[in-house]
């Protein structure tokens, strides 16, 4: 499975970016989706998630209210709206993939990462 992260940059605060993240794999239905973020010299941490199904979301609390995962299954692409954006938000973003019932926080359920994208908010 092949993850391709897009759509970083750097915006002010209190803008939007939306990423996006085109997968090769021929099942994508039937994939969970998700994204983490990882901050210079901070840990790994979980943002979003999307059971295959589309029927279920789980978010971190940082970003509740304020960002959106969403998935096109006939592009084979999930997607992070992110709104209001904060200098807090400034990370490297990760694209994930797994067959799961449901979103899952821990980064060692997922089994396919992305590239990354970065993504800088100024204040």
């Known amino acids: 499975v092949q993850l391709q992260a897009s759509g970083g940059g750097l915006v002010q605060a209190g803008g939007s970016l939306r990423l996006s993240c085109a997968t090769s794999?021929?099942?994508?239905?039937?994939?969970?989706m998700g994204w983490f973020r990882q901050a210079p010299g901070k840990e790994r941490e979980f943002v979003a998630a999307?059971?295959?199904?589309?029927?279920?979301?789980d978010y971190a609390d940082s970003v509740k209210g304020r960002f959106t995962i969403s998935r096109d299954n006939a592009k084979n692409t999930v997607y992070l709206q992110m709104n209001n954006l904060k200098p807090e938000d400034t990370a490297v973003y990760y694209c994930?993939?797994?067959?799961?019932?449901?979103?899952?926080?821990?980064?060692?359920?997922?089994?396919?990462w992305g590239q990354g994208t970065q993504v800088t908010v100024s204040s």
């Open positions: 994930v993939a797994q067959r799961l019932p449901g979103p899952a926080a821990a980064p060692a359920a997922w089994g396919y």
């Open positions: 999307g059971s295959w199904g589309g029927g279920s979301t």
């Open positions: 794999v021929r099942t994508f239905s039937r994939y969970s």
